[in-house]
């Protein structure tokens, strides 16, 4: 029964994609699972993916830099060009006076968030304070409270936006909040490879992704060759910023950042990148032994789910009950190889899956032909 057990396990990860855990208690998430993400092992594609989160999300960035006109619109403007002018001016008295290049700029992102006032961008300083005192809350305090790697984040973010390779210290070890220690050693075992995380995770059921031909989301076939691995890393932690053409938004669950680790994530991304442009020609079960019987091999395919078999009931199909009274062993044999070669009157072309001569192996076809044949009325 394979093939049924597959298609009830997606549905039921679909309902509760879809939002309907509640109807499905079996399948809610693991309240021990870490919320935190552990930044530790993270590299620079991975933290600019972050920086680029948590400007719209826990940052709260764009809540004041966006083309309203309340900050500098930072996404938009030229930092390459600007950033360098305001180290330059007169009125600026910070950390990267006087100095040039990418590791100054750094400097001169980080004091704006955590020094907002060493620097007034001219017209938008608090009222009647001349441009001395910026409206800027520092990031690193209440209500905002970035952790130092978050900020490194953010600036490496912006730094790669400018056109700039990010220059901030990589996270170590000992910055990353240990969800195991948060939670008494009760949180989720620590994935090891990239097959392991999209896996737990689910992806297959909405992708085209170790063959399940899923097409609710866009095939992740070939796509280390349509999109950067920081552009991937984006889409799998932040997937309502950028829709794929011809996809809703709203649709992929966005809370895979939180539910992920740093070195997950890194995995996930890396096993993705590295995917063959199309999916491999199917052979699911050659790692299985073939089954040793018709009644094994019936099982395996599922055939009961449909047809009335072995007491089964199913009457999607036609009833394959005294088949061999009505049909040669090669007409019978036609039937599972091309099911649509001929449909049975009364039913629908395209129901019976036409994959089982390539999933089964010789001997499995012989003996299923054999047990059908064999089958009273
Ligand atoms: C409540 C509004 C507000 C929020 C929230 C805010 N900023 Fe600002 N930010 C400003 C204003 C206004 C300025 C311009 C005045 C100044 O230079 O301090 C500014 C200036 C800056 C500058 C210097 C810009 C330049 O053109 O030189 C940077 C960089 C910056 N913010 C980054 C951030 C980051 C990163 C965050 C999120 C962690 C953030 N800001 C959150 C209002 C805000
Ligand atoms: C409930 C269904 C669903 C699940 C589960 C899901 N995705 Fe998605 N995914 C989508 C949809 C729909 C889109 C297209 C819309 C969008 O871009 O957000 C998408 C888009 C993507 C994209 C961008 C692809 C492109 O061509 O633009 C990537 C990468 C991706 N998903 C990776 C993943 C990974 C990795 C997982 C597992 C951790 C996952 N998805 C789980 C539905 C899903
Ligand atoms: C998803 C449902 C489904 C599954 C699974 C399925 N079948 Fe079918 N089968 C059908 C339908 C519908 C028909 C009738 C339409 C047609 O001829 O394609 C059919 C027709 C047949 C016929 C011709 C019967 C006749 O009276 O003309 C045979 C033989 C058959 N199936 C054998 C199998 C075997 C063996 C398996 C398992 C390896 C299997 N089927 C799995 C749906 C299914």
Request: with cysteine; hydrophobic share 40%; aromatic share 6%.
């Given at each position: 029964?394979?093939?049924?057990?597959?298609?009830?396990?997606?549905?039921?990860?679909?309902?509760?994609?879809?939002?309907?855990?509640?109807?499905?208690?079996?399948?809610?998430?693991?309240?021990?699972?870490?919320?935190?993400?552990?930044?530790?092992?993270?590299?620079?594609?991975?933290?600019?993916?972050?920086?680029?989160?948590?400007?719209?999300?826990?940052?709260?960035?764009?809540?004041?830099?966006?083309?309203?006109?309340?900050?500098?619109?930072?996404?938009?403007?030229?930092?390459?060009?600007?950033?360098?002018?305001?180290?330059m001016?007169?009125?600026?008295?910070?950390?990267?006076?006087?100095?040039?290049?990418?590791?100054?700029?750094?400097?001169?992102?980080?004091?704006?968030?955590?020094?907002?006032?060493?620097?007034?961008?001219?017209?938008?300083?608090?009222?009647g304070?001349?441009?001395?005192?910026?409206?800027?809350?520092?990031?690193?305090?209440?209500?905002?409270?970035?952790?130092?790697?978050?900020?490194?984040?953010?600036?490496?973010?912006?730094?790669?936006?400018?056109?700039?390779?990010?220059?901030?210290?990589?996270?170590?070890?000992?910055?990353?909040?240990?969800?195991?220690?948060?939670?008494?050693?009760?949180?989720?075992?620590?994935l090891?490879?990239?097959?392991a995380?999209?896996?737990?995770?689910?992806?297959?059921?909405?992708?085209?992704?170790?063959?399940?031909?899923?097409?609710?989301g866009?095939?992740?076939?070939?796509?280390?060759k349509r999109?950067?691995?920081?552009?991937?890393?984006e889409?799998?932690?932040?997937?309502?910023?950028?829709?794929?053409?011809?996809?809703?938004?709203?649709?992929?669950?966005?809370?895979?950042?939180?539910?992920?680790?740093?070195?997950?994530?890194?995995?996930?991304?890396?096993?993705?990148?590295?995917?063959?442009?199309?999916?491999?020609?199917?052979?699911?079960?050659?790692?299985?032994?073939?089954?040793?019987?018709?009644?094994?091999?019936?099982?395996?395919?599922?055939?009961?789910?449909?047809?009335?078999?072995?007491?089964?009931?199913?009457?999607?199909?036609?009833?394959?009950?005294?088949?061999?009274?009505?049909?040669?062993?090669?007409?019978?044999?036609?039937?599972?190889?091309?099911?649509?070669?001929?449909?049975?009157?009364?039913?629908?072309?395209?129901?019976?899956?036409?994959?089982?001569?390539?999933?089964?192996?010789?001997?499995?076809?012989?003996?299923?032909?054999?047990?059908?044949?064999?089958?009273?009325?």
């Amino acid at each position: 029964m394979t093939f049924i057990r597959v298609i009830g396990f997606s549905v039921a990860l679909l309902l509760f994609y879809m939002g309907f855990g509640h109807i499905l208690p079996q399948v809610e998430p693991d309240k021990s699972a870490p919320v935190e993400v552990s930044t530790a092992g993270l590299d620079m594609d991975g933290m600019i993916a972050l920086g680029d989160k948590l400007f719209s999300g826990k940052g709260t960035c764009t809540l004041c830099h966006n083309d309203m006109g309340r900050a500098p619109d930072t996404l938009v403007m030229d930092m390459a060009a600007t950033y360098p002018e305001r180290l330059m001016d007169a009125r600026y008295k910070g950390v990267s006076s006087g100095k040039e290049g990418a590791k100054a700029i750094e400097a001169y992102i980080l004091e704006s968030m955590t020094d907002p006032t060493a620097f007034v961008v001219e017209g938008y300083g608090q009222k009647g304070s001349n441009d001395t005192i910026s409206p800027m809350p520092a990031a690193d305090k209440a209500p905002i409270e970035l952790t130092v790697v978050e900020m490194n984040a953010v600036t490496a973010f912006l730094q790669d936006l400018a056109g700039l390779t990010p220059t901030v210290p990589l996270p170590s070890a000992d910055d990353a909040p240990v969800a195991e220690e948060l939670t008494g050693g009760e949180a989720a075992p620590l994935l090891t490879s990239g097959e392991a995380v999209s896996d737990e995770h689910g992806c297959a059921s909405c992708h085209d992704l170790d063959g399940s031909g899923a097409d609710l989301g866009p095939s992740l076939y070939g796509i280390g060759k349509r999109m950067s691995r920081a552009t991937v890393m984006e889409a799998i932690i932040d997937p309502n910023a950028v829709i794929a053409q011809g996809y809703d938004a709203g649709f992929m669950p966005d809370d895979f950042g939180e539910a992920m680790r740093g070195s997950e994530l890194l995995l996930l991304t890396d096993y993705l990148m590295a995917l063959p442009d199309t999916a491999p020609v199917t052979d699911d079960d050659t790692d299985e032994p073939p089954a040793t019987s018709g009644l094994e091999v019936a099982d395996k395919f599922g055939c009961a789910g449909c047809h009335d078999l072995d007491g089964s009931g199913a009457d999607i199909g036609p009833a394959l009950n005294g088949i061999g009274t009505r049909m040669t062993a090669e007409q019978v044999k036609q039937n599972i190889l091309e099911p649509n070669a001929e449909i049975t009157e009364g039913y629908e072309a395209d129901m019976m899956p036409d994959y089982f001569g390539d999933d089964m192996a010789e001997s499995e076809i012989e003996l299923i032909v054999d047990y059908l044949m064999m089958l009273p009325e």
